[in-house]
Structures are given as structure tokens and as C-alpha cells.
């Protein structure tokens, strides 16, 4: 019998790599002092989990400006009571696209180091354009084949993930995320599952770069078609 893993990471990306980034000097509830020494005084204990969470377009003004409509037991207002702030953030990438940016938070280096500056850029040695998440030597799972050809094989830098299981092999790494490219250039190669949504189909896909076979989870989520509900729903905020 396997031992439990001691250390869990999961990916949770969505769309384009904004995380409230500062792009002008707002007021926003920063985490008491006595807040932050007793996380910093956490570090020694290993965490059991790790969730890095990636949400399209959260730059910190809309942040700001959708905090007096957080419910207070919600997760928005606990990054805001007990988080930390970053008011000196930038990019040192051109093109703040998604791809470039989920390379980026999951290697921690430049587009210029690991490779992917935008989402498709032109390849002179192809002679036509090539996507960031392009990868020929990718096969489909028979019951997925909207899988074919995705992959990591654009990635020139190690990810976190592969860190994290280079020092950790009993490690789990998974990811999650609505494009095929931010699920699969947060983790590179390394993830035990990367998983990401089919827009024609609707299916949540992943294909040989993670699997020899479809998860039960996944295929028993396709079978129950959970996100047809959201069609036609409206999005309106609590207050």
C-alpha cells in the first residue's frame, strides 16, 4: 500500500494571468502586523497543501472597487483580513497575455527565459504561427480526443511543480483550468494531472501528457455535464 503523499499542490488557473497586480495606488485592507509574524512563524511546519489560484483580469482596482460586496465569512475578504499586498509589482514581459503570464508564475522566470512570450507567436523554422501549448508529440486519450497535441514541449524553464517533486517525490501536483494553456504552462511536464475544458465539447480534457487513461473523476464530471448548468445564468453581485 502507497503511503499517503505529505505534500499537495493544486493549480486552480483561470483564464489570464492578472492577479491583482498594483497598476494604480489604492487603499485595500492589509493584514495586521501581528497577522503576518504569526504565518512567518507557520513557515516551519511543511503545509500539507498548496493552492495557487489564478483569476483573469483581477487587477487591484477591481479588487478595490468589489470588496464592499465580499461576504464576510467569503474567501475574497479573508485574502484582504489576513493576506499580504504586493504594491510593487511589474512586468517584465511585453505581452500580458496568458500564456507569458501563466509561464511565469509557474516557473517564476521572464518570458525571455522560459520561452513563451505570447500566445502564438510566428516560428520562422515552421514558417507559420505556433502555440504556446503546441506539442505534435501528444497523443489523445481514445474517449477525449479533443487532447490531441497539447502539451508543455514550448516550456524552456523548470516549474515550481517539478521543483516541489524533485524535493518532495511522494508529491501530487494537479491543475485545473477552464484553457488548455494555463493548466498545462503552470505545471510543465511535472503534474500528476492537468486538466482543462474543450470549448466545442464541453468536455474537461487532458490527454497522454498526464495519463495512460481518463480518471474516473473526470470522465464520471463529463457524464454529469455539471457545467451545462451555468447556461443562460446571470452573474449579478450580492449587494
Known amino acids: 500500500m502507497k503511503s499517503a503523499p505529505r505534500f499537495r499542490i493544486v493549480l486552480l488557473t483561470t483564464f489570464v494571468c492578472a492577479v491583482a497586480c498594483a497598476v494604480r495606488p489604492h487603499e485595500v485592507p492589509r493584514a ?6 504569526q504565518a512567518t512563524a507557520k513557515v516551519a511546519a511543511p503545509p500539507k497543501l498548496l493552492v495557487s489560484c489564478t483569476i483573469d483580469q483581477l487587477a ?59 500566445n502564438q507567436w510566428w516560428a520562422s523554422e515552421l514558417g507559420a504561427k505556433l502555440y504556446c501549448a503546441a506539442d505534435p508529440s501528444v497523443a489523445a ?6 487532447g490531441a497535441g497539447l502539451g508543455p514541449a514550448q516550456l524552456r524553464a523548470p516549474t515550481f511543480a517539478a521543483a516541489l517533486k524533485a524535493a518532495v517525490p511522494e508529491a ?4 485545473v483550468s477552464w484553457k488548455d494553456r494555463s493548466a498545462i504552462l503552470t505545471v510543465g511536464a511535472a ?8 470549448a466545442k465539447t464541453g468536455n474537461l480534457v487532458t490527454n497522454t ?4 487513461a481518463v480518471p474516473a473523476w473526470l470522465a464520471t464530471f463529463n457524464e454529469r455535464r455539471a457545467i451545462d448548468s451555468f447556461f443562460a445564468a446571470n452573474w449579478d453581485r450580492t449587494g
Request: net charge negative.
Open 32 to 37: 495586521p502586523a501581528a497577522s503576518i509574524a
Open 141 to 146: 486519450l481514445p474517449a477525449l480526443p479533443e
Open 209 to 212: 501528457a498526464y495519463a495512460d
Open 60 to 118: 487591484q482596482w477591481v479588487f478595490d472597487d468589489a470588496a464592499p460586496f465580499f461576504a464576510a465569512d467569503g474567501g475574497f475578504a479573508r485574502l484582504a483580513r489576513d493576506g499580504v499586498t504586493f504594491r510593487a509589482c511589474a512586468y517584465v514581459h511585453a505581452c500580458t497575455e496568458t500564456g507569458p503570464g501563466h509561464a511565469t508564475i509557474g516557473t517564476g522566470a521572464p518570458a525571455a527565459v522560459h520561452g513563451i512570450v505570447r
Open 191 to 198: 503534474a500528476d494531472t492537468a486538466a482543462w475544458f474543450d
Open 172 to 175: 501530487r501536483v494537479a491543475s
